[in-house]
């Protein structure tokens, strides 16, 4: 299928790093802008890794990259709840950083339900300063829990309206669910990451909750950019819904 367009694409949900038991080869910052490049790219925000699963800070991936491509790299700060930073560490971190945008929720692989209060004070820095959240959400876990579902969801829109929370994976197995969610909270938003992949999804959720819902997001490098960007041109939707998706909605939560 031939397509082109006359802007940049933003990507809301990637990685950087190896993973266990992943094969990803091209894994660093230098690999990933020129694939960027190549695949229409402007902008990436990203979680490493090993910030996400290593116990401790080692946070050094993403501030590195943030640093050397201040105009390509937006990061997340990721929060384990099981070794929680406190708000001051948080505080401190955005301070020195102005790359990070937001943080990185994954209530699942972490055991540690999204309602528990080990997120509180995470919840709070976000909502105070009306921060990105990018939660990983799954109607059931691997673990056969439900730490991020869409009855969690909906009570953490309504108490913290000023998080911009984007829904990683839109709740996979409650996706109309999450779809009913982005409707009715403005501060909700749905994430294409491995959901674009069922067929017709994307139609049902641009006639659901609205294009202006719904954020390209890839989970690169784990996943290619090119993937999402067939889904979402091959998708009966409108150019300007495309662009939507593609770009505009990320760029005015980045306030670009």
């Not at 949900?13 to 993973?19: E, F, K, L, S, W």
């Not at 401790?56 to 943030?66: H, L, P, S």
């Not at 943080?103 to 209060?117: S, V």
């Amino acid at each position: 299928m031939q397509w082109s367009a006359d802007y940049k694409f933003i990507d809301v949900h990637t990685h950087m790093g190896p993973q266990y038991p992943v094969y990803v080869p091209e894994n660093d910052v230098d690999s990933m802008v020129r694939y960027m490049d190549e695949c229409n790219i402007e902008y990436i925000i990203s979680a490493p890794m090993q910030d996400l699963f290593v116990t401790g800070f080692c946070r050094e991936d993403i501030t590195d990259a943030m640093r050397r491509y201040p105009n390509r790299v937006k990061g997340y700060f990721s929060f384990n709840p099981n070794v929680p930073a406190s708000a001051m560490e948080m505080e401190k971190a955005f301070a020195e950083n102005p790359g990070y945008v937001g943080l990185k929720f994954l209530p699942d692989y972490h055991r540690t339900n999204i309602t528990d209060p080990k997120f509180e004070e995470a919840l709070a820095f976000a909502n105070e300063n009306e921060l990105l959240l990018l939660s990983h959400t799954w109607g059931l876990s691997m673990q056969g829990e439900q730490c991020n579902s869409a009855d969690k969801i909906a009570m953490i829109l309504e108490k913290y309206p000023k998080i911009n929370f984007i829904m990683g994976h839109s709740i996979q197995g409650q996706t109309e669910l999450a779809i009913d969610l982005a409707k009715t909270y403005r501060n909700a938003y749905l994430d294409l990451c491995d959901t674009g992949r069922f067929y017709g999804i994307i139609e049902k959720m641009v006639d659901g909750a609205g294009a202006d819902r719904i954020l390209y997001a890839t989970d690169a490098p784990l996943q290619g950019y090119r993937f999402i960007q067939g889904a979402v041109f091959s998708a009966d939707i409108t150019e300007e819904q495309r662009r939507m998706i593609f770009r505009d909605n990320a760029a005015r939560l980045l306030k670009l």
